[in-house]
């Protein structure tokens, strides 16, 4: 499966479809030029036990460094990864 990204203007997403039909998909939205604010992550239930929200939330670590960004992560989801990963996504976190 492969994560795929979308942006238009101040949205965008990271998301993977699957047979043409999105079943993963994490956004955000953009402030100013250096804020990324991931605001909600959804992953359906046949993709359970994957690890494709922690890969998403990877992905948009990843852009942000690319990007020279800082992350705000409001969505749950988010937030309580980069509670876990601490230590490895600082770099980016406001």
Do not use: W
Not at 36 to 41: A, K
């Amino acid at each position: 499966m492969q994560i795929e990204q979308r942006e238009a203007g101040s949205k965008g997403a990271f998301f993977i479809n699957v047979n043409g039909e999105q079943l993963a998909e994490m956004t955000y939205s953009l402030t100013g030029s250096d804020i990324l604010i991931i605001d909600h992550t959804e992953v359906d239930d046949s993709l359970r036990g994957q690890n494709i929200g922690m890969q998403l939330v990877e992905h948009a670590v990843e852009y942000a460094r690319k990007t020279n960004r800082k992350i705000i992560p409001l969505c749950p989801f988010a937030k309580s990864v980069f509670d876990r990963k601490k230590e490895l996504f600082s770099d980016v976190l406001r």
